[in-house]
């Protein structure tokens, strides 16, 4: 590729990459502006239900038994009863939105099991994921926190699992697996998916090419701009603190290997 030719799909790569940094900046207003609507709603809805309560309760107090009041009152409690849950939902869809971005934001002491889940609920954003690709979590308890800032880990997650999710879109079966593992002097997280997997991924050269910069993508079959530097990034991001991500390939899954070093005990006096 000519040096011109390359500099200018980088420039385009960096555009696509300016054009997503806004919508993440409006994403941050409109939780914020959202939650306090939210909340005011959520206060109604039940203090509509205990005025349905005392309502049916007077009610029958004053006029005595009446099928058709007592089936009207049902159905409106399910109405209201189904209004808050759906609020309740989408008030626990933006403080995932929230909490991700605190963390990002500034995050330093991180619970990895308690971070996945956040991101695998923001995830759910992406209505392929959402509707197409069924998740499990495997997470091991009591694991420690680690100490790397969250601008760090969270964008490097986010790498890790776009790649695991764009891989299933043409797959029959789509499987997404987060498993965390308590290693010797490490947390060990495995992000596996039943995708298309990597041509020659059992070669080790391919396996470590895979990692270099490569950007942006030139599928033509592709809907979308790929910029083609997902494990280049979170290898990057990482490796100041002494992370190391690798891939494993077996005959139907693909698996992103992430290595979390831990800080050696401070001894005792």
């Not at 002097?185 to 470590?208: A, Q």
């Not at 950007?215 to 910029?227: A, I, Q, R, T, V």
Request: aromatic share 8%.
């Amino acid at each position: 590729m000519e040096r011109e030719e390359f500099i200018e799909r980088c420039i385009e790569a960096l555009h696509e990459k300016d054009r997503l940094s806004f919508a993440g900046r409006f994403v941050q207003g409109f939780v914020h502006n959202t939650n306090g609507p939210l909340q005011n709603l959520s206060m109604l809805s039940e203090m509509l239900l205990s005025g349905l309560e005392l309502q049916e309760k007077i009610f029958k107090q004053n006029a005595g038994e009446n099928p058709q009041w007592d089936e009207i009152l049902a159905k409106q409690r399910k109405r209201v009863t189904q209004l808050r849950d759906q609020i309740f939902c989408l008030a626990g869809d933006l403080r995932h939105f929230m909490q991700v971005y605190e963390i990002e934001r500034s995050g330093n002491q991180i619970d990895i099991n308690a971070l996945l889940t956040r991101i695998l609920a923001v995830l759910k954003a992406d209505l392929f994921f959402k509707h197409k690709v069924t998740t499990e979590l495997r997470l091991s308890k009591n694991l420690p926190q680690i100490r790397i800032p969250g601008r760090n880990l969270i964008p490097a997650l986010f790498h890790l699992f776009n790649n695991a999710i764009t891989a299933m879109k043409d797959s029959p079966r789509k499987e997404f697996t987060v498993e965390t593992l308590a290693g010797e002097g490490c947390i060990i997280v495995r992000i596996m998916d039943t995708g298309c997997g990597l041509c020659g991924c059992n070669e080790p050269e391919s396996l470590f090419r895979i990692f270099e910069s490569k950007w942006p993508d030139e599928s033509e079959e592709s809907k979308e701009l790929h910029l083609g530097f997902g494990l280049y990034a979170a290898r990057e991001l990482l490796a100041p603190f002494g992370c190391s991500i690798v891939l494993e390939c077996a005959e139907e899954t693909t698996t992103a290997v992430l290595r979390i070093e831990l800080p050696e005990p401070e001894p005792r006096e």
